[in-house]
C-alpha cells in the first residue's frame, strides 16, 4: 500500500482550475513536512511548494507563486494543491511528498512519495 496518493489531475485548459489532493493511507500528515513537485517530459522534477504545520505556512516556487496554494486537513489526513490561472507549462506529473525539513525545496530532502497525477493543461 502506497503511503502517500495523489488524485485529482486531469485535462483543463488554459486559465482554468484544479484541485489535487494528497492522501496519506499509513501514516499521519501531522506529523510531517508536505510538498508538491512535478516533473514534465524531458524535464528534471520541480519543486512546487510546500506546507508545513498549522502556523508555519506555506512555501512555492517563483513559477507558481500567486496562482497556487497548498493547505492540509490534518482530520482527513490529506493535502491540497490548488492551481489557478493554468498555463501550458503547468503541464506535468505531479507528485507529492514528506519531509522531516521545514521550507525545503529540495527533492532529495522528501523521503515518501506518491506516484503522481497527470495535469494537461491546453492553450
Known amino acids: 500500500q502506497e503511503p502517500l496518493v495523489e488524485s485529482g489531475g486531469g485535462l483543463v485548459q488554459a486559465g482554468g482550475s484544479l484541485r489535487l489532493s494528497c492522501t496519506a493511507s499509513?501514516?499521519?500528515?501531522?506529523?510531517?513536512?508536505l510538498g508538491w513537485f512535478r516533473q514534465a517530459p524531458g524535464k528534471e522534477r520541480e519543486f512546487v511548494g510546500g506546507?508545513?504545520?498549522?502556523?508555519?505556512?506555506?512555501w512555492y516556487s517563483d513559477s507558481v507563486r500567486g496562482r497556487f496554494s497548498i493547505f492540509r486537513d490534518n482530520a482527513k489526513n490529506t493535502m491540497y494543491l490548488e492551481m489557478n490561472s493554468l498555463k501550458p507549462e503547468d503541464t506535468a506529473l505531479y507528485y507529492c511528498?514528506?519531509?522531516?525539513?521545514?521550507?525545503?525545496?529540495?527533492?532529495?530532502?522528501?523521503?515518501?512519495w506518491g506516484q503522481g497525477t497527470q495535469v494537461t493543461v491546453s492553450s
Open positions: 506546507v508545513g504545520g498549522l502556523s508555519d505556512g506555506a
Open positions: 499509513e501514516r499521519t500528515i501531522d506529523r510531517y513536512v
Open positions: 511528498a514528506a519531509t522531516n525539513k521545514l521550507w525545503t525545496t529540495t527533492s532529495s530532502d522528501y523521503f515518501y
